[in-house]
């Protein structure tokens, strides 16, 4: 197995090529190229590294968070960002592609060299989200890469978001649901209505219906269909809702009684733990689906764990075949190309 | 001062005229006229209150949460709802209405009896949601009334909110951001961009640009604009989250060591403190703005210290006159009805 790390986009190359040894050191089939600054990668893998199943591709740019996606992704071709994926497009022995770089960017390069798989109307991205089920994640299609979208889409949506439960988690028939403003059918703007009789009638998803926001957490459902901005709305507020909650019983002990205080100090392994469940970092990387490769996109403040469990994360969707399975899925659908 | 009480709608309604004595008990200056069934309302009345402040309206029928709203507002005329709205709207000398009913009844019924304010696009209903600063709420308008939006109902939203926090908070100037799914100016879909340009050039508006989801709890804005789907995405996203972060804790609590568990039961004033902060029943109602009456909607599970709270919020929003303050900030813009 072989696959391709964006070793510059994140805050913390370094990082990235520890957890490039990391994931190296743990399986033995497994061989990585890194792209990024030769010199810099070189460097740590020479402290850190003594086999030879790290190659290093050198590039000399690197795309910011502050670059447009676009036009990085047209003027920066000796980016880390854009080798890779275009090496993963042109070299059919590599499986996989990890970057924590410029999220815009990433979609932009996979919608440009790794072309969109035919029939597909819209790639999007994919994150795995933690449930009060301890070790349940769901995914939510589209958490962002396309902002306003049209049935058709959120179709497609569904349809990777099914194969990507399957692939990833090895869930059977995984349950979709698509995110409205009220569970009963016939509630939901008018992107919704019109969306719902579509998947409804769409035979290779296990569709259930409408989902209300306040329900998507609890483990019921494995995949979340909506638009990207709807999705970014959900996903952005769960994120700020944990953080909030978190400091407000922070303060409310600190200003409680001393008893309090002392209970606050005991629990802490038990926040800790939530912490890391919430935690960007301590979860699996989000995957762009719909392209014609497997591309994982970590975090920008991933660190040596969470690259090299996105690493796996690439090495389990290829060998679990997404691509195929996401076109097998797609027979049978209107066809989007023709 | 003169409110009316919708007593039936709730699910309690003995609750609701406990609320009522609650709040002519506490308010020298206040009558209150409950709406319900007559035997109903005067029991609890004769049993609790001897005073000559509430009045009695009989009202035969009652508008369930299972009633199609258009349907029950057209065909059920006794009902207690349909009652209070129209008496607020027909006696010049009541100043507002609390109702713990169906919120979609309740704003067909707004829209349709009480009638929308002169140039104002489309009604919306605005609840106060708390925040991680102490005792500081914002206001999310639209959070479910209208579920697909055009810019110049968001411009109009904006208006509202603005004036609603004045008069709910007294905060002044306060500030106005339309969430999106990025920070920057230029970031949207295609409603929050053509909208951006209208809330900037909206005089009687403090506008400060776009603000992510994830930082509308923190305290830092007023009043956060967005269609009503998205509202409702953000608002139902916001209970479930909190409900699932107290969930893993008291599971990692309950999984966790002796100490952990003797830490639980230390803290739980504190976690108590936060239910309350984040429990509905503790704060404000939330209002229909852009009709021509003080309309308060508590929540369907209200008991008597939130519907005294409620009928205490429509008090303080007729003393500063919040209609006719829409009325004056409306002026200037492009006039709808024209």
Redesign the interface.
Known sequence: MKIILDGQGGDYPDQAVMGAIKAVNKHKDLEIIICGKAEEVNKVLSENYSGNKITVCDCREVITNDDVPTIAVRQKKDSSMVKAIRMAKEDPTIDGVVSSGNTGALLTASLFIAKRIKGISRPCLAPSLP??I?GKCFVLVDC?AN??CRPINLQHFAVMGSCYVESLFGRKNPTVAI?S?GQEKGK???L?KETYPLLESTKSINFVGNV???????GDYDVVVC????G??????????????????K???KN??I??K??????????R??KS??DVNEQAGGTVLGVDSIIVKAHGSSKEASICRCIEQAMLLAQNDIVSKIKTNLSGLEDYDN
Chains 1, 2 share one sequence.
């Open positions: 449930t009060a301890d962002g902002a306003d995110l403003n939901g703007n008018e919704v209300e926001a306040r329900d998507i957490l609890f638009d990207g901005f709807s970014n709305i959900a996903l952005k507020t769960i994120e700020g809702t944990a953080l909030c909650v978190m400091r407000m019983i303060n409310s002990i409680g009684s008893l309090q002392i209970g606050g100090l005991l629990i802490k392994p038990a926040v733990k939530l469940t919430m």
